[in-house]
């Protein structure tokens, strides 16, 4: 038996059967700029991508979905860091809308890829706040690995210098990270 419903409409009708109507409104109320809001948590969107498995398209797809929260969270979950050249990295950092977005892609595809400490460095040149916030995400799982401490210090002592409270307190963990390593050689 074939289904009704293309692969988005499967997908949106299982967002609706898991959706959290609290959180949604809730994340509506602190201003969210998503049009469409299920509410669904991290541990439900695993779940989802799980049966998904890897698909650039549909990633694609649901990455073009900009008016739904969940879509954009959805797609760095079915991509893989090499489906992205760097001008396609910094395109696609360019588009996130929103920082728990700029979050998922860079835990679940800029954080594997062996030039992302030189991509947190571009971003951090940025002057838009949301970009140089993704660079500070992106930046704390590779100090001391494959970001030089001192090079992540400077990133986040020149964040904090910009006083911006969308990056503010992300750049000090950097900082307090980066000391970290530091003090420990």
Not at 75 to 100: N, Q
Request: hydrophobic content about 45%; charged content about 25%; overall charge negative.
């Amino acid at each position: 038996m074939t289904s009704q419903f293309n692969k988005m409409q499967t997908l949106k009708r299982r967002f609706f059967a898991m959706r959290n109507g609290l959180l949604a409104d809730q994340m509506r109320r602190a201003g969210s700029k998503f049009r469409i809001i299920f509410g669904l948590n991290v541990i439900q969107l695993n779940e989802i991508a799980a049966d998904y498995g890897h698909d650039r398209e549909f990633a694609r797809t649901l990455w073009e979905n900009t008016a739904t929260r969940e879509s954009m969270l959805l797609a760095p979950m079915l991509w893989r860091p090499e489906d992205f050249t760097r001008d396609e990295v910094m395109a696609l950092c360019s588009s996130i809308p929103e920082p728990e977005v700029a979050d998922m892609v860079c835990h679940r595809l800029l954080k594997n890829r062996d030039d992302a400490a030189d991509i947190a460095t571009l971003l951090t040149a940025s002057e838009q706040p949301l970009l140089r916030y993704t660079a500070m995400r992106l930046s704390l799982p590779l100090i001391g690995n494959r970001l030089p401490a001192e090079t992540a210090l400077a990133m986040a002592d020149a964040e904090l210098a910009a006083q911006n409270p969308l990056t503010a307190s992300l750049a000090a963990m950097v900082k307090s990270e980066a000391e970290f390593f530091l003090d420990e050689e």
